[in-house]
């Protein structure tokens, strides 16, 4: 796959099922892991915080898209073949 000329493509599928797993994965990191709701919105720093949670929750909801899509692959890879 890390082949010089290779273009890596998401079906649309993927990309939309990022959007509820992004939103879980901000939900649960706002209000569970960071405690945001303890922090106030009066300086630069904390909305440099907000954005920096919604930053790592893209990624990680990304990263969780790549593993459902591998999961898949690796399934239909193993049905297909009997």
Same mark, same amino acid.
């Given at each position: 796959?890390?082949? =010089? &000329?290779? %273009?890596? =493509?998401?079906?649309?599928?993927? @990309? *939309? /099922? *990022?959007?509820?797993?992004?939103?879980?994965? !901000?939900?649960?990191?706002?209000?569970?892991? @960071?405690?945001? %709701? #303890?922090? !106030?919105? #009066?300086?630069? +720093?904390?909305? &440099?915080?907000?954005? /920096?949670?919604?930053v790592?929750? *893209?990624? +990680?909801?990304f990263?969780?898209?790549?593993?459902?899509?591998?999961?898949?692959?690796? *399934?239909? =890879?193993v049905? #297909? =073949?009997?």
């Amino acid at each position: 796959m890390l082949v =010089k &000329g290779y %273009q890596f =493509k998401l079906p649309l599928f993927y @990309w *939309l /099922l *990022l959007i509820p797993t992004f939103l879980l994965t !901000s939900y649960k990191a706002l209000f569970f892991d @960071w405690h945001i %709701q #303890n922090f !106030s919105f #009066n300086e630069l +720093e904390d909305f &440099g915080r907000y954005v /920096l949670v919604l930053v790592t929750s *893209l990624i +990680e909801a990304f990263i969780y898209v790549l593993i459902i899509r591998l999961i898949v692959y690796l *399934l239909q =890879k193993v049905f #297909n =073949k009997t």
